[in-house]
């Protein structure tokens, strides 16, 4: 079957340190990957977007990593802050017209 | 302007209830979204709407039944619905993916809860 995951549970970092959020994926074969971040309530909201021929992106603090062979992506954030707590969401842009499809999630908490 | 609106942020409604939920932005972009989010679950995939024609409907029960107006506006009708579709509704959209990725842009959501 066809599965997304994420850790499920909640990663709690010091600030300053480097944050590291882990996307599986099972019996999919996007042509891109994308990441948000939703707080409470809210809708997410995008952040970096890497394609499967790119290894490695990075916008300011953020940086992602995509390996097709492991079917996996790594989500950093250096430097971390306490603004930076939200729930981190991995998508998979699937080669089936506009579909996009999230994992479940990650929850960030970086405490001063 | 790159912001998608939601009306309204929340919405209580019985289960004979006749209601919609719209959506609108103004960003040129043609394909819509709406997505179910319950809590601590991922946003699912209801309907894509692209260049306002119906593209993907995600086996989504008829008593939920989208429209778009035209290419700025995505409404989604409720009618009869049950307790359990209680959860947040999220409008998205973006440019189609017909030649490559580009990301969403989403509302803010709207809050429904069905009594």
């Known amino acids: 079957s066809q599965k997304i995951e994420q850790n499920s549970e909640a990663l709690n970092i010091q600030e300053g340190k480097t944050a590291t959020l882990t996307c599986n994926y099972t019996?999919?074969?996007?042509?891109?990957l994308q990441w948000y971040r939703q707080d409470p309530g809210r809708g997410p909201v995008f952040l970096l977007l890497?394609?499967?021929?790119?290894k490695e992106k990075r916008k300011e603090r953020l940086k992602v990593t995509f390996d097709t062979t492991l079917k996996q992506s790594l989500f950093h954030i250096t430097a971390s802050q306490p603004a930076d707590s939200a729930t981190y969401l991995c998508a998979l842009d699937l080669r089936d017209g506009n579909k996009l499809v999230f994992g479940a999630g990650t929850i960030l908490r970086v405490k001063s | 302007d790159t912001e998608v609106t939601q009306t309204p942020k929340h919405l209580v409604m019985g289960m004979t209830n006749k209601k919609s939920l719209k959506c609108e932005q103004h960003?040129?972009?043609?394909?819509m979204y709406w997505y179910k989010q319950k809590a601590k679950k991922p946003p699912e995939l209801m309907f894509v709407y692209s260049y306002e024609k119906l593209s993907i409907n995600e086996s989504v029960p008829s008593r939920f039944s989208p429209e778009c107006p035209n290419s700025s506006l995505l409404n989604l009708h409720l009618h009869a619905l049950q307790p359990e579709d209680s959860a947040l509704y999220l409008c998205a959209s973006s440019q189609p993916r017909t030649s490559g990725s580009s990301h969403l842009y989403f509302g803010p959501g709207t809050r429904l809860t069905v009594t």
């Open positions: 890497i394609r499967e021929n790119e």
């Open positions: 960003m040129g972009h043609r394909a």
């Open positions: 019996n999919y074969s996007p042509a891109y």
